[in-house]
């Protein structure tokens, strides 16, 4: 049997011939990549020639493509499409990419060349992208231990094998928990406060589960469940908040304590054996914050500002649910479902009013899609020719103004089992010069999938979330460098998200939002006065929103802040919680973290001690969004300028100065505090 994972796709932009792969095909291709990849550096390593940029830099640069060709398809679908043979493959091999990854990383022989070119560095003659090469390559080298003795170098191989293992094992049981925790319902009288949409789609997944006259309403990662802002029935409430709370924590299958206290362990103990106090001093040496303490200031400031507003908020949902006659405090289960009713007496309005008026795809072809023609003259067209893994998958083709073919676009709007949660883009090829590659990449949502023939109606959530998804996806598309090491979105952490998060500004854009935002059966633009209603009440809620995610940022630091002896056993995994919550001052009952210990996905991920990133990289965009504002908001100018000082660079460049650049002086907290309504705290 031919295997298409072997030789780069014939199709356009090399997109993955997704009709072509099996899971069959996968094992052999790490296989071989592996072997191939190791000859590879083989051939570097002991070149009898000395080192040059050429033949050690560029050669790295060019090493190891059908391995990453596999390894990009494999993980991408394992994301987007899980199945039984995907994650036993990903649990075989897990510990195998570790170790070929710390056999490239700890070869001597190969960092001998690297650390003199980078000791040459300044007399090499280089461009400024090629010299951050040298650079960037030599740091990565070091601070995967290249410089540790042998001993040590074999004692960090095994944690790094231990932890790849404890992470694919982690990853899988939140999947399957929040499969196994969707809340049956034996009465639709219950439901009461859902759409008719929304309960055919529980009845749905009800039957697809073999369960007669039932409806199941399916969890989201996160602490909080979308069903609570609707549901008029407490009880039920209750129980949906419950279920979502008690994942991996309860005993049984998937109580993933153990692992969390095992990886917390492990990072530690390696961060010390390559020199630094804390996973989170390791982390954020490389990221623009650069110390722990930089981002613990920015939390811990915001922290009491936005518990005091959260508590407001809980006052005037206090003030509905006993104007109503109810005698209970406002508790965590209740907080969505009432703050829609103080919305509509604020603000006149309710969310659902919303929904007629942002249909999928006219939020995708006349919001999204519009914004970045408008901005970047970038145009979309959808085709039907290319395979796709999942039939909900969408591809478009993307062409520059000038009519040639800038990328290749993925777009996965909907929820299902196999899909992991959240929503994120990836690059299935990302661009570089070097390699002659342009970009195919992907945006991945979570909405749930509508009745057959209804209308896909999101919730203005779900609409910010393409936005900024996309923003991600622009950075990709937009990447014009030359070394894959510094395509698209390969910038740290606590700046990949900015981007995507001022792309969001474009979503309440009024000549943006008069496009998309139309109904969907009469074609009507939304209301102006409801509109309106909808920019005035943008600051709402905010005390509760800032309140989760800080909890769940700091939870995040005070883990990886921990040295090995400090971490607790696995008994102890929630009563760290619990005390890092009222050290911060984020014991707030009726806020619970955005995500808890165990089924924080992200900190068991690419995330560890950087989920701080998401408000770090908001500052910079409520600057940014600043300038947009002051330069004249949604014009070709402004995009070419943000496109070309930014979004085109990828790491090629210290991501600061680009802002810096882009702004001409450093970035403000000031524009964040206020859009936050948390002014008060500057």
Known sequence: MSNPLLTASALPLHYPPFDAIRDEHFGPAFDRGMAEHRREIAAIAGSPEPPTFENTMVALERSGQLLTRATTIFFSLLGADQNDARKALQTAYAAKFAAHRDAIVLDAALFARIDKLHAQRASLGLDAESLRLVERTHLSFVRAGAKLAEADKRRLEAMNAE?????????????????????????????????????????????????????????????????????????????????????????????????????????????????????????????????????????????????????????????????????????????????????????????????????????????????????????????????????????????????????????????????????????????????????????????????????????????????????????????????????????????????????????????????YARHFESGEAIPKALLDKVLAAQQFNQGFMTTEYLAAALIDQRWHALSPDEVPEPAGVMAFEAAALAKDGLDFAPVPPRYRTPYFSHIMGGYAAAYYAYLWSEVLDADTVEWFKRQGGLTRKNGDRFRAALLSRGGSVEPMKLVRDLLGREPQLQPLLERRGLAGAN
């Open 163 to 515: 932890l790849a293992k404890l992470s694919t094992a982690f990853g899988q049981k939140v999947l399957a928990e929040v499969n196994d925790s969707a809340v049956v319902v034996d009465d639709v009288k219950q439901l009461e406060g859902l759409s008719p949409a929304q309960i055919a789609t529980a009845a749905e997944a009800a039957k697809a589960r073999g369960l007669k006259d039932k409806w199941v309403l399916a969890l989201t990662n996160t602490s909080g469940q979308p069903p609570n802002g609707s549901l008029r029935d407490r009880a039920l409430r209750e129980r949906i908040y419950r279920a979502s709370m008690a994942r991996g924590s309860h005993g049984g299958p998937h109580d993933t304590t153990a692992i969390v206290a095992r990886v917390v362990r492990l990072r530690a103990e390696r961060a010390r054996l390559l020199g630094y106090p804390s996973h989170a001093a390791y982390v954020l040496a490389d990221e623009t914050a650069q110390t722990p303490e930089a981002a613990l200031g920015l939390l811990t400031k915001l922290a009491p500002v936005a518990v005091a507003n959260a508590r407001r908020e809980a006052a005037d949902i206090a003030k509905v649910i006993r104007k109503e006659g109810g005698s209970f405090e406002p508790q965590a289960w209740d907080w969505e479902f009432y703050a829609g009713k103080v919305r509509r007496e604020r603000f006149a309005f309710d969310e659902s009013e919303l929904r007629p008026y942002l249909e999928l795809d006219r939020v995708l072809r006349d919001g999204v899609f519009f914004a970045a023609t408008r901005l970047y003259g970038i145009t979309f067209k959808e085709r039907k020719d290319l395979p796709v893994y999942h039939p909900d998958v969408r591809v478009f083709d993307v062409f520059e103004a000038d009519g040639s073919q800038l990328a290749i676009f993925i777009f996965d709007p909907y929820a299902r089992p196999s899909k992991r949660g959240g929503a994120w883009m990836n690059a299935y090829v990302p661009q570089s010069h070097l390699l002659g590659t342009k970009p195919v990449v992907a945006n991945h949502l979570n909405i749930p999938k509508p009745p057959a023939g209804q209308p896909t109606l999101m919730t203005w959530d779900e609409v910010e979330t393409a936005f900024h998804e996309f923003g991600h996806a622009l950075h990709g598309m937009f990447s014009n460098v030359r070394y894959p090491r510094f395509a698209g979105t390969s910038v740290p952490r606590d700046f990949v998200e900015f981007p995507s998060q001022v792309n969001e500004m474009w979503a309440v854009w009024p000549e943006v939002l008069a496009s």
